[in-house]
């Protein structure tokens, strides 16, 4: 069973709950998992381009559960979606080739590929991948949860207060 803990050591009581890091058995390894809003914050795109770009592209890293659960983004995703939107507003091109660019850019031996016989593309994925850490670091303290579903109606409310 994975134990939930924070890299500044708060108790997983006092946990905003925008982010939380794994901790798996046996490994020292961290996993994050980011909230659909605090990486809109980060990248500075809007909230519903980001969840219309993931709900029509595959993209690794993408935890997508059932409907009315908000999706949670694995920083590898986050750094692919970062360069696919930097690829698409400077080369002019589609998101949906951008992130496939973008996620082929990522995963390549030395983070470039060749464009035909002539031409290279390549990135610097580690300063990207520093870049996106510090927004999105940012951005999880501005960020609160969005609430999802109805929000509670006074007869609910006082139906729990009275019994």
Do not use: C
């Not at 592209?57 to 993408?62: C, E, T």
């Not at 927004?135 to 960020?143: H, Q």
Request: net charge positive; glycine share 6%; hydrophobic share 45%.
């Amino acid at each position: 069973m994975p134990r939930i803990a924070h890299a500044s050591g708060m108790e997983p009581s006092t946990l905003t709950p925008v982010i939380a890091r794994i901790i798996f058995r046996n490994t020292e390894e961290y996993l994050p998992f980011y909230d659909l809003s605090a990486v809109a914050q980060a990248l500075d795109i809007q909230y519903r381009q980001l969840d219309n770009m993931l709900s029509r592209n595959d993209l690794a890293g993408v935890e997508r559960k059932k409907r009315g659960v908000t999706r949670r983004l694995t920083t590898d995703a986050v750094v692919v979606i970062h360069l696919a939107w930097e690829l698409a507003s400077g080369l002019k091109m589609s998101i949906g080739d951008a992130l496939q660019l973008a996620a082929d850019l990522e995963r390549a031996p030395g983070h470039d590929l060749a464009i035909g016989r002539f031409a290279t593309l390549r990135v610097d994925v580690s300063a990207l991948r520093a870049s996106t850490l510090e927004r999105l670091n940012t951005a999880v303290e501005l960020v609160g949860r969005r609430r999802r579903g109805r929000p509670v109606g006074q007869a609910t409310m006082r139906s729990v207060r009275d019994g």
